[in-house]
């Protein structure tokens, strides 16, 4: 059973940071592809991290120069770290894979940004 558990995430101010991981059990970590998605209030779940199996990372525009995604192969864990966050950070964060066939999500973080 492949299965992905956050922790990290909560409150913090504009400017600060927090850091989300996301531990994996079930599959060959060190050969899948994970990302970080992102659920802001009334608002679609967008994509706004990929780390590749190589290491190589992609950011949406709006967190780039202010996330930075990396991986643990001997952990199987993936973490988000979130700098210089900004209200419009405010969002359900969940990590996510595509294993056996199907999509595998992890149970979601709450992040909120706020003065």
């Known amino acids: 059973q492949v299965q992905l558990v956050q922790s990290g995430g909560g409150l913090a101010q504009p400017g600060g940071s927090l850091r989300l991981s996301c531990r994996t059990s079930?599959?060959?970590?060190?050969?899948?592809?994970l990302n970080w998605h992102a659920q802001a209030p009334g608002k679609e779940r967008e994509l706004v991290a990929t780390i590749d199996s190589s290491g190589d990372t992609k950011y949406a525009d709006s967190v780039k120069g202010r996330f930075i995604v990396s991986r643990d192969n001997a952990r199987s864990t993936v973490y988000l770290q979130m700098n210089n966050l900004k209200t419009e950070d405010t969002a359900v964060y969940f990590c996510q894979t595509h294993a056996r066939s199907r999509e595998v999500w992890g149970q979601g973080t709450l992040v909120t940004v706020t003065s």
């Open positions: 079930g599959i060959n970590f060190k050969l899948y592809t």
